[in-house]
């Protein structure tokens, strides 16, 4: 066994990813009395330099606070994590693939296209209701079960409850995120809200090449538009109009 | 050759057991000229007062000569810069410390202005003061940016929050003003500037306006504006440097 946590223990098979701050291994998974629970996601913290080790801590811990929060259909999940070790790490489904794969092999048909849209909108609906903001939507972070697909990396995730700011603090913004989905707001004040993430939302109707449809095209326009105000408020606002939109296609 | 007539500055923190992090630098004579500023830690994270400190003990250390020359400017916030970022090895949790930092240096033909942040330099003109920094904050650039009116900002959070300061962790984007004194010298030739914290300008932006014989007298101007911060109650730390300067050929003027 590599590892053993609470009643827990897990073999790892090899390392499926890597990004810059971590690291994401295969794995298999046993109860204590050696059960197999099957294959899992390990996703760890790299060993960081300790000049920045504490502050990638704290965002690790934050990222799995979060999405270990939110139980939706639509979200990828956690079941374990170990925020005090050397390197924290936590274990979530293992992904059959990522939309951006999908995409990339062009075999998704309308109808599946349509289907896929309205299940991340719909993690995206239960995200906001949270009152979090995902903050880097886009195809690779959409990831895919079976036939299920799940917003998930919530390194970017930010929490708008107004409690934990009560005091007035001068804080700097800073752009974060991949500059294709990026609201002109992000890129030129750093300005997070629910309306730059619908801007991605919209982008990923582009990706998804549904704008040959007009009535689609006209809510990826409504999405993307520059003056944030301008946009849908809220992504039941975009569901609606998209699922008009698609009436007959489905 | 210029003189310094008058000055006044005052700096103190929101609430009087809090540690002040603002920082600032009353006029220094420089060479032929003077150098003020104001810099306000950044309060959302560690290391702020040290930052601010960093900033003026910087700029006090520096000669003349590096007033001058075309890049001066972006020379001096980048050595600042370095300084902030190596906080991080006296302090591991000063990672994120940062400051913004508004200097004014008086020379012989005029006032060069460096700026970062949203601190912000006022000087007066026709019985009036005039901003002339460009807050680097959130609301500010996006209202530039034409993607909100100021009306739809006005009661939305984040006025506080910047696009730019002196960090290691954020790109370095600040902004250069020379003003020739043949551009804003008062009626009688005297030069009055005022650099405030956004702890002061909060203050003084609910009614903008004093005497123009209190706007006159930086020690008088002073002892008004802290007696309003006072009675409205500090919003943040709060700071001010106020001078009025004469050229040396206006000061015969004053003989």
């Known amino acids: 066994m590599d590892g053993y946590h609470g009643n827990y223990k897990y073999r790892i098979i090899k390392r499926i990813g890597k990004g810059g701050f971590g690291f994401v291994e295969r794995i298999e998974l046993f109860n204590i009395e050696g059960v197999r629970c099957g294959e899992y996601a390990r996703k760890c913290l790299s060993d960081l330099d300790k000049e920045i080790r504490e502050e990638f801590r704290r965002r690790f811990a934050r990222e799995v606070s979060y999405q270990a929060s939110c139980v939706h259909t639509n979200v990828a999940n956690i079941y374990l994590c170990d925020l005090k070790s050397e390197q924290p790490w936590f274990i979530m489904d293992l992904a059959d693939g990522d939309l951006q794969d999908d995409i990339d092999s062009g075999a998704l048909t309308v109808s599946q296209k349509i289907k896929i849209i309205l299940m991340v909108l719909d993690g995206l609906i239960y995200l906001h209701s949270l009152g979090y903001l995902h903050r880097d939507i886009k195809p690779s972070n959409i990831l895919r079960f079976g036939d299920v697909y799940k917003v998930s990396d919530f390194g970017l995730v930010k929490n708008l409850d107004k409690s934990a700011e009560s005091e007035v603090i001068t804080k700097i913004a800073m752009a974060m995120g991949t500059a294709n989905y990026m609201a002109p707001e992000i890129s030129a004040a750093g300005d997070y809200s629910k309306r730059s993430d619908i801007f991605a939302l919209g982008v990923l109707l582009e990706d998804l090449d549904m704008l040959g449809n007009p009535g689609v095209h006209e809510v990826f326009k409504r999405s993307t538009t520059r003056r944030p105000n301008d946009r849908y408020a809220e992504v039941q606002d975009m569901r609606d109009d998209l699922v008009a939109a698609v009436q007959g296609e489905r | ?255």
Not at chain 2, 32 to 49: C, E, K
Not at chain 2, 68 to 74: I, L
């Open chain 2, 1 to 255: 050759m210029i003189k310094l007539l008058s000055s006044s500055s005052f700096s103190f923190p929101k609430e009087p057991p809090r540690k002040n992090e603002d920082s600032i630098l009353p006029p220094r004579k420089v060479g032929d000229g003077f150098l003020m500023a104001v810099a306000d830690g950044v309060g959302a994270y560690a290391g702020a007062s040290s930052a601010s400190e960093s900033a003026i003990d910087y700029l006090t250390s520096l000669p003349p000569s590096a007033f001058e020359g075309g890049d001066a400017t972006k020379q001096i916030f980048e050595q600042i810069r370095s300084r902030i970022s190596n906080l991080v090895t006296e302090n591991p949790s000063y990672f994120e410390a940062a400051t913004t930092l508004t200097f004014c240096y008086a020379g012989e033909y005029g006032v060069r202005i460096g700026h970062v942040g949203d601190c912000r330099v006022y000087l007066k003109e026709n019985g009036k003061l005039r901003q002339v920094t460009k807050d680097h904050t959130q609301h500010q650039k996006l209202i530039d940016e034409g993607l909100y009116r100021p009306s739809e900002l006005k009661e939305v959070r984040g006025k506080s929050t910047l696009f730019s300061a002196i960090s290691k962790n954020v790109s370095l984007h600040f902004q250069e003003v020379f003003i020739s004194y043949n551009d804003f010298c008062d009626k009688d030739g005297s030069i009055s500037l005022f650099l405030m914290s956004d702890g002061a300008y909060h203050s003084w932006e609910v009614r903008p306006r004093f005497l123009e014989s209190t706007l006159d007298d930086p020690n008088r101007f002073a002892s008004n504006l802290r007696r309003r911060i006072m009675r409205l109650h500090p919003v943040d730390d709060c700071s001010l440097v106020a001078a009025r300067f004469v050229r040396a050929s206006q000061l015969e003027l004053f003989d």
